[in-house]
């Protein structure tokens, strides 16, 4: 049986990782973003399967009813959730506007809610769900990033609601919290604090136990994993995926 995997902000980095490893894992995958998904859709067939892109603004309910109808009707019912879609505004707290703040937790926490709530219904009824969305090691705190930090600390107490409320159905939810990830976010995070970006990761190598930096990979493997069969016994966990040990 190939199963209907979708996976938000999948047009480049983190979720272009996690899509193009679904997809080698033998399922469909559908790209839900408001940027260009072509080459990850072509990665995706190339792998054997099928592949689609729908322009979404995952923060929009009808936006996102609409994509997952669309999916449904051209893949198959999605019982893969990926929500990775996501944003940054930072500011520090005496800058930042409620703008920025609502902003961010509208795309990151609000596009969880709304992506999970219209895909449920299909893994309710098909018995089977894997909901996987990313929170962040900010989500323990980070200067700059109040809003941020706010909207990955919430994907982590949905996640394990989630997990409590559709368990009995089949359906799995976990959080995957990155930690240094090489992917355009970090250089604009660098480029925020005024540091040169080599230096950056440099002085972030510095802190982590292996003594390197994450990438996309890193996470496309956790996802791969938690989006499996065999892990169907694993539910409202937040998997830091940083390199060492976090709290």
């Known amino acids: 049986m190939t199963r209907t995997a979708i996976v938000t902000g999948g047009g480049r980095g983190i979720g272009a990782a996690i899509a193009q490893r679904l997809a080698r894992d033998g399922m469909n995958v559908a790209i839900l973003d408001m940027g260009s998904t072509d080459e990850t859709v072509r990665a995706i067939e190339a792998a054997g399967v099928k592949g689609l892109g729908v322009d979404t603004d995952v923060s929009d309910e009808a936006s996102v009813e609409s994509a997952v109808k669309t999916v449904a009707d051209t893949l198959g019912a999605p019982t893969v959730l990926?929500?990775?879609?996501?944003?940054?505004?930072?500011?520090?707290?005496?800058?930042?506007?409620?703008?920025?703040?609502?902003?961010?937790?509208?795309?990151?926490?609000?596009?969880?809610?709304?992506?999970?709530?219209?895909?449920?219904?299909?893994?309710?009824?098909?018995?089977?769900?894997?909901?996987?969305?990313?929170?962040?090691?900010?989500?323990?705190?980070?200067?700059?990033?109040?809003?941020?930090?706010?909207?990955?600390?919430?994907?982590?107490?949905?996640?394990?609601?989630?997990?409590?409320?559709?368990?009995?159905?089949?359906?799995?939810?976990?959080?995957?919290?990155p930690g240094l990830i090489e992917t355009d976010m970090t250089k604009a995070t660098a480029e925020r604090v005024g540091v040169n970006y080599e230096d950056f990761i440099a002085a972030g190598v510095g802190q982590i136990p292996v003594a390197r930096t994450g990438k996309p990979d890193d996470i496309a493997h956790t996802a791969s994993f938690l989006a499996s069969e065999g892990a169907g016994f694993v539910s409202g966990q937040v998997i830091y995926v940083a390199g060492g040990p976090k709290a």
């Open 82 to 177: 990926v929500n990775n879609a996501g944003i940054l505004r930072d500011n520090l707290l005496f800058k930042m506007t409620h703008e920025e703040f609502q902003k961010v937790l509208s795309v990151h926490l609000g596009g969880a809610f709304l992506m999970t709530k219209a895909v449920q219904s299909y893994m309710v009824e098909a018995k089977y769900g894997r909901i996987v969305s990313m929170s962040s090691t900010s989500a323990l705190g980070n200067r700059g990033q109040t809003n941020y930090s706010a909207a990955k600390a919430g994907i982590q107490g949905i996640t394990k609601t989630w997990a409590i409320e559709l368990g009995k159905f089949g359906v799995t939810a976990n959080a995957i919290a």
